[in-house]
């Protein structure tokens, strides 16, 4: 089995990455002149270096992982856009002709013909399904969280006119019922901004 995108990352850019892989105590403090060599800071400062590297090993660990889940999510947007496209070509499609050519001539692909799950091979799939559904609800939460809010202040400056507490700036020269017509229009926009944006998700 092929090593996997993360392993791939982690043997290149974590393994040869620790201070000590790189340079001994030895071998540093022979970079400092002789008479300053038996100082006992430069045992601290390597150890300082040492928590800094490592603290960047950290950060690159954490790169890693993103860069696996948005891998997966790109595998899954083209899985997602080759089954749109395969519905696509068969709208219009008369399926009888294709089951009688099936019957004729046999089958016409030579793609190898799914096998159906079973217990244990059904389980890592249906997992690895509910990890993406949910990397997929976070992302539509983070995007229409910034609409929410909007939606929120609107309503919060509309209940304020319900109350008598609408704020309209001085000298403005507008009405308050063009100022209500405006604010329900944005609140309208934003509405099927939202309907839209998960439409097409």
């Given at each position: 089995m092929p090593p996997s995108e993360s392993a791939i990352l982690a043997n290149f850019l974590l393994s040869p990455a620790a201070l000590p892989n790189i340079i001994s105590l030895t071998k540093f403090t022979d970079l400092f002149p002789k008479a300053q060599r038996s100082n006992a800071q430069i045992g601290l400062l390597y150890r300082e270096l040492q928590h800094i590297r490592a603290l960047d090993t950290d950060e690159?660990?954490?790169?890693?992982a993103q860069e696996v889940k948005r891998g997966q999510r790109q595998r899954r947007e083209v899985v997602k856009a080759r089954r749109k496209a395969e519905r696509e070509d068969m709208e219009g499609v008369d399926m009888r002709e294709i089951e009688m050519e099936t019957e004729?001539?046999?089958p016409m692909t030579n793609l190898p013909i799914s096998k159906p799950h079973t217990l244990s091979s059904v389980l890592p799939d249906l997992e690895q399904a509910c990890a993406e559904l949910e990397i997929e609800v976070s992302a539509l939460e983070a995007e229409t969280r910034p609409a929410l809010e909007d939606i929120q202040g609107m309503v919060g400056d509309l209940s304020d006119l319900r109350y008598g507490k609408f704020s309209r700036s001085a000298g403005s020269m507008s009405s308050v019922g063009d100022d209500v017509i405006e604010a329900l229009g944005g609140l309208e926009e934003v509405c099927h901004s939202?309907?839209?944006?998960s439409n097409e998700a």
């Open positions: 690159v660990q954490r790169n890693i004729l001539f046999g939202v309907t839209r944006a």
